[in-house]
């Protein structure tokens, strides 16, 4: 499928390239620089190129939203219409020193985007896996056991697409339930990314996590 990458930073850069490995065609948009974009887009070889996030929003099946929450407002509004469109955030609605989710308990950061675009379809997902596993995930998916991971949404179809996605990413998707189980996953990703980035077992740590519910 055609992928827009709507913010092309550490998870955005990652799973660019990944999907374009996996044989996606793989747009990267929304860095500081567009020397940026276009190094993705040369490194992850593939069918890839730099754009702009509107570039992404008129030509990809499906949409990867990875900025900061502040940056979420600009994003969506430089993409533009977003009617009918997958949206996959991993996005977490965390402040501007990210140090505690700003929106929990009673909605989700993957809810709030839903109602800033109400026609597109949003899945929650990848939000619960820190950026330095992605390549070892990929690298390592022919292995009988994968690393599960979660996602959730309300939109069938859009569940379906980002599903193929998890799964080209080398992990075993496991489905949530509706989009409000984000206000669960959510503080759940603090959690993996208390244990990968300062917890002593590192990504390992975070692997059984992942895999502990299954
Ligand atoms: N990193 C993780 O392990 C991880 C794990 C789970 C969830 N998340 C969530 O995923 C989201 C993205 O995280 P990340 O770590 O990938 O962040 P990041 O590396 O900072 O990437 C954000 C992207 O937005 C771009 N950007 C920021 N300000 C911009 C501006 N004014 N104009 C244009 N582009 C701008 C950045 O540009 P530059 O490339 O030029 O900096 C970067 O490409 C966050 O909501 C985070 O909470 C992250």
Known sequence: MRVGILGSGLMGGKLGMIFARAGHEVIFSYARSNDKLKRL????????????????AQEADAL??????????????????????????CSLPMDAGNTKLIIANSS?????????????RVVSAFNTVPSEVLFGVYDARRKTTRPSLVYCGDDESGKTVAAELIRDAGFDPIDAGALHIARYTEPFALLVAQLAYEGEGGPELAYRFERFGK
């Not at 887009?41 to 992404?56: I, Q």
């Not at 993409?79 to 469109?85: E, F, R, V, Y």
């Open 41 to 56: 887009a040369r490194d992850a070889k593939g069918k890839t190129r730099p754009g702009t996030p509107r570039d992404a």
């Open 108 to 120: 989700s950061g993957a809810e709030e985007v839903a109602k800033k675009v109400p026609k597109a």
């Open 64 to 89: 990867l939203l990875a900025v900061h929450w502040s940056r979420i407002d600009d994003v969506l509004k430089q993409a533009g219409d977003l009617s009918g469109k997958v949206i996959v955030t």
